[in-house]
């Protein structure tokens, strides 16, 4: 079956780098994507990467695809409190169907 | 300004009632999708439409109905048969349907049903 998990929450200091981690279960998964999703909001798409692509870097964002270990993460360099917000990885199965998978999110605190 | 819009905010019902959510895009996107998260949870697809007067059931549709009479326009109605309606509902529209399109999110609606 389809299943996406995240681990649920993640405290880092201002500055450093965070890792948010994703495993998922079915290989045959086309896009990943990382939406950002702040209090009382919809949710914000930050990245995606393709199922063919190992790696994928947008300014301070970093997506890494491992699709052996179904393994998907996301890196954020250099950390701000504006960064605290809930993360869900996401996966699209196949192209015939416009059916996302979340994960359960992972709630990033930025602390001083 | 394009975008995704819900209304209200803020939805407060008494068990029984049915409650119909609104969900607008200006994006001119084909498919509307409406999703429930409940803390704690990721998101859940309770009906998705690919194309106007067509919908799909999702994971939770049961308790749940929706209509696309305009491409704009993918209303979500709880009824008072949806056993556990409080949750925060998201909308979402994506420009075609499949490929590798992202999803474009509204800001969301909260229901409270007492």
């Known amino acids: 079956g389809e299943d996406v998990e995240q681990s649920l929450f993640l405290s880092v200091r201002e500055g450093d780098s965070s890792v948010i981690n994703c495993t998922y279960t079915d290989s045959s998964s086309t896009y990943l994507y990382w939406y950002k999703q702040e209090p009382g909001a919809g949710l914000q798409l930050l990245t995606y990467?393709?199922?063919?692509?190992d790696m994928k870097q947008d300014q301070r964002l970093t997506v890494l695809l491992n699709k052996k270990d179904k393994h998907l993460s996301l890196r954020i360099a250099d950390t701000q409190t504006g960064d605290s917000a809930i993360y869900f990885c996401a996966e699209k199965v196949t192209y015939n169907t416009d059916k996302l998978i979340f994960g359960t999110g992972t709630r990033l605190q930025v602390f001083p | 300004d394009g975008g995704i819009t819900q209304s209200p905010k803020y939805l407060f019902r008494k068990e029984g009632q049915n409650v119909t959510l609104s969900c607008e895009q200006n994006l001119n996107h084909d498919a509307m999708y409406w999703y429930r998260q409940d803390p704690g949870q990721g998101l859940r697809l309770i009906y998705y439409s690919q194309i106007v007067n067509d919908f799909q059931k999702g994971d939770i549709a049961e308790g749940y109905s929706v209509s696309r009479e305009k491409k704009e326009s993918f209303p979500l109605t709880v009824t008072s048969a949806q056993k556990n309606p409080t949750a925060f509902y998201l909308c979402a529209s994506s420009p075609i349907a499949g490929a590798g399109y992202e999803q474009y999110f509204g800001p969301g609606t909260r229901l409270t049903v007492t």
């Open positions: 990467i393709f199922s063919n692509m």
